[in-house]
């Protein structure tokens, strides 16, 4: 279920995809780790396929929206977790390197790479000696 | 001051019954340390959907970023376990904004309400929800019975 490629890189100003499930919204949990080079992001997205997800950078805004579907063979015990949908928006600092954004979900867990662009990486200032 | 605490008191051993009473609606399907029931707070991670499709009893967990080999599932007698280990996962060389995701090792586990065949259980594990399929013993599929007439 390898599913290494750009996923959905948007830039135009459209708006979320229309909701067509029932089902609440959730908010996916992440972990943000940054380095010199991009900043890194994994979310927590059970269950939701490469189709059913749709990453949206723009004007410094990263918004993560998706769905899931679940099987619900026969009557339940216990439901301790629903088909719903995900959402969830980060503020971006400017220079990150739209064109190379790229994302990678495997087993339910979205990594999103945004490189920074060389305006934002940091820059060791020289001092001049007078 | 002491009737105060006294109102005090009354008002948790009236939340105290309600959660005994709401404990009581799952039945020994989980146990928890040493067979006492799970508290709510405590163990509900991996999530779990559990249905009785008649012919087989369905478990889907719910767990992202896990593969096979995080997870062990594990069947004696009439008692499921389902255990393993979230590893941190943290890249070398970053630093952390914000973890949400916290490492941690699970392990939780149920009797089941009806025997199954142990030899044909089947499962997978697909965008990171685990899917366990157990058909039931034959004694214990649902039945029709004839009605005759007298």
């Not at chain 1, 089902?23 to 996916?28: E, M, Y």
Request: aromatic letters at 8%; charged letters at 30%; hydrophobic letters at 35%.
């Amino acid at each position: 279920m390898d599913a290494t490629k750009d996923i959905a890189r948007k830039k135009d100003i459209s708006q979320s995809p229309e909701l067509t499930q029932q089902g609440p919204t959730l908010t996916p949990v992440v972990d943000i780790y940054e380095n010199n080079d991009e900043i890194l992001l994994f979310a927590d997205l059970a269950g939701v396929s490469k189709e059913d997800l749709t990453i949206n950078v723009e004007n410094d805004t990263l918004r993560l929206t998706g769905n899931r579907n679940l099987d619900a063979p026969g009557t339940a015990y216990f439901e301790e977790f629903c088909g719903c949908n995900f959402h969830r928006e980060f503020s971006l600092p400017q220079g990150i390197d739209v064109e190379r954004v790229n994302a990678e979900l495997k087993d339910g867990l979205l990594k999103l790479h945004m490189p920074k662009s060389a305006a934002l990486k940091p820059r060791q200032i020289e001092i001049k000696a007078e | 001051m002491w009737t105060s605490l006294n109102e005090f008191d009354r008002m948790f051993q009236n939340m105290d019954l309600l959660r005994r009473r709401m404990d009581r609606l799952f039945p020994e399907t989980e146990r928890g340390w040493a067979g006492w029931p799970v508290m709510a707070e405590v163990n509900k991670w991996p999530r779990i959907n559990f249905y009785d499709a008649g012919d087989s009893l369905q478990f889907y967990a719910e767990m992202p970023g896990l593969s096979e080999k995080d997870i062990s599932v594990k069947l004696q007698g009439d008692f499921l376990e389902i255990s393993g280990e979230l590893k941190s996962q943290a890249p070398e060389g970053y630093s952390v904004h914000r973890i949400e995701r916290e490492a941690k090792s699970f392990a939780r586990s149920f009797s089941l309400p009806v025997q199954v065949e142990r030899d044909n259980i089947k499962a997978t594990l697909k965008n990171g929800i685990l899917s366990l399929s157990l058909p039931k013993a034959e004694s214990a599929k649902p039945k029709q019975i004839t009605i005759n007439p007298a």
